[in-house]
Nanobody
């Protein structure tokens, strides 16, 4: 059983920045890698970003949802079993609960609210 604990959410104004963290209870970087999703009220959960190991390039590769590309950056510290999500140029539509994901495991979520 892998436990994921998110932190770093909060209230920020439009154009501001936040950095989310997700600490895993054990090594969670191999295989599936780790990802962030978000869910706004009344909407389905949406892919935000992922950091996954690429056997072809023997390195971690990042990927992003269309709505956050160029504004958000995912990174990780394998030694700390932690993945981060740096969010810049935040918009009201970025508001929602952000969830960390590893394989079938999900964190409890952290609320991000962007005020205009």
């Amino acid at each position: 059983q892998v436990q994921l604990v998110e932190s770093g959410g909060g209230l920020v104004q439009v154009g501001g920045s936040l950095r989310l963290s997700c600490a895993a209870s054990e090594r969670a970087f191999s295989g599936y890698g780790m990802a962030w999703f978000r869910q706004a009220p009344g909407k389905e959960r949406e892919f935000v970003a992922a950091l996954r190991w690429s056997a072809a390039s023997t390195s971690y590769e990042d990927s992003y949802g269309d709505s956050v590309t160029g504004r958000f950056t995912i990174s990780g510290d394998a030694a700390k079993n932690t993945v981060y999500l740096q969010m810049n140029s935040l918009k009201p539509e970025d508001t929602g609960v952000y969830y960390c994901n590893y394989a079938q495991y999900w964190g409890q979520g952290t609320q991000v609210t962007v005020s205009s």
